[in-house]
């Protein structure tokens, strides 16, 4: 296995998009966006209905890594902004009731795209923390809000919602590459973690400027200090230098 300690007690799964959290015997994951191939279709875009299937395939490899207590989603389970589609519905019940084989808790943080999320998890038992979860001195929030939290309540930052990637090229071959970023926010140790959906590459870290980034929170941060690793699942986890390092790549 190919795992790399981001910060004491929090390491990486492989090349899975995913962290394992000793202290919390967790596991967390964020943006699902499940129902995005038929909001692909609204727009006229058709691709095979194959991302929840993915998800659950990398979940149970994960799962037999990491055995976990329980599982922490970081916001956007569904896809749509508005009320819930019937695929996205169809999903969310089908990747639940799939958890509660794995794990004894289902942790879910509010995304910006999880409205009427609310309605979902009351009819399938789970409990949605708005706008933060909070463990232990851990903080997950999404990171498309600024953080409604006395620094001193934790000490260590997860957020999601950027979805970032790496571009790597070399003469006239480029390849988009999902990543984790880690690294100190306003001295809080800081986990930005890659998308699970398969559909999801996101932002390119080492090619847009600061004030490009989706997430308030990684633009009021040390940006260019924070240090990306790879994940691949064939290839496995792989750290880079920072990303004030990484703008010829």
Same mark, same amino acid.
């Given at each position: 296995m190919n795992e790399i300690e981001i910060f004491k007690g929090i390491e990486t799964i492989n090349g899975f998009p995913a962290i394992f959290i000793k202290n919390l015997n967790s596991i967390a994951i964020a943006d699902l966006h499940l129902g995005y191939e038929l909001a692909l279709a609204e727009q006229g875009v058709f691709v095979p209905q194959t991302q929840l299937k993915e998800i659950i395939e990398d979940l149970e490899k994960i799962f037999r890594i990491k055995k976990a207590k329980s599982l922490i989603i970081v916001g956007d389970v569904k896809h749509e902004f508005g009320e819930a589609s019937k695929? =996205?519905?169809? $999903?969310?019940?089908? +990747?639940?009731?799939?958890? @509660?084989?794995k794990v $004894?808790?289902? *942790?879910?943080? @509010?995304?910006?795209?999880?409205?009427? &999320?609310?309605? *979902? %998890?009351?009819? +399938?038992?789970? $409990? +949605?923390?708005d706008p933060f979860y909070l463990e232990r001195k851990i903080c997950f929030i999404h990171g498309h809000k600024k953080i409604d939290l006395p620094f001193r309540k934790f000490d260590t930052l997860i957020i999601a919602h950027e979805h970032p990637s790496l571009l790597l090229s070399s003469g006239f071959d480029r390849i988009k590459v999902p990543c984790l970023l880690?690294?100190?926010y306003k001295k809080k140790n800081f986990i930005c973690l !890659?998308? *699970?959906? !398969?559909w999801a590459k996101g932002?390119? #870290?080492?090619? %847009?400027?600061k004030d490009e980034l989706l997430s308030p929170i990684l633009r009021e941060g040390d940006f260019e200090? &924070? #240090? !990306?690793?790879? *994940?691949?699942? =064939?290839?496995?986890? &792989?750290?880079?230098p920072r990303i004030g390092d990484l703008r010829d790549f």
């Amino acid at each position: 296995m190919n795992e790399i300690e981001i910060f004491k007690g929090i390491e990486t799964i492989n090349g899975f998009p995913a962290i394992f959290i000793k202290n919390l015997n967790s596991i967390a994951i964020a943006d699902l966006h499940l129902g995005y191939e038929l909001a692909l279709a609204e727009q006229g875009v058709f691709v095979p209905q194959t991302q929840l299937k993915e998800i659950i395939e990398d979940l149970e490899k994960i799962f037999r890594i990491k055995k976990a207590k329980s599982l922490i989603i970081v916001g956007d389970v569904k896809h749509e902004f508005g009320e819930a589609s019937k695929q =996205e519905l169809k $999903e969310v019940k089908e +990747l639940v009731n799939f958890l @509660r084989k794995k794990v $004894e808790k289902i *942790i879910l943080i @509010r995304g910006n795209h999880d409205n009427f &999320l609310l309605t *979902i %998890c009351s009819h +399938l038992g789970i $409990e +949605l923390y708005d706008p933060f979860y909070l463990e232990r001195k851990i903080c997950f929030i999404h990171g498309h809000k600024k953080i409604d939290l006395p620094f001193r309540k934790f000490d260590t930052l997860i957020i999601a919602h950027e979805h970032p990637s790496l571009l790597l090229s070399s003469g006239f071959d480029r390849i988009k590459v999902p990543c984790l970023l880690y690294g100190k926010y306003k001295k809080k140790n800081f986990i930005c973690l !890659p998308a *699970i959906s !398969p559909w999801a590459k996101g932002v390119v #870290v080492n090619k %847009c400027s600061k004030d490009e980034l989706l997430s308030p929170i990684l633009r009021e941060g040390d940006f260019e200090n &924070l #240090v !990306p690793i790879a *994940i691949d699942k =064939e290839a496995g986890a &792989l750290k880079f230098p920072r990303i004030g390092d990484l703008r010829d790549f």
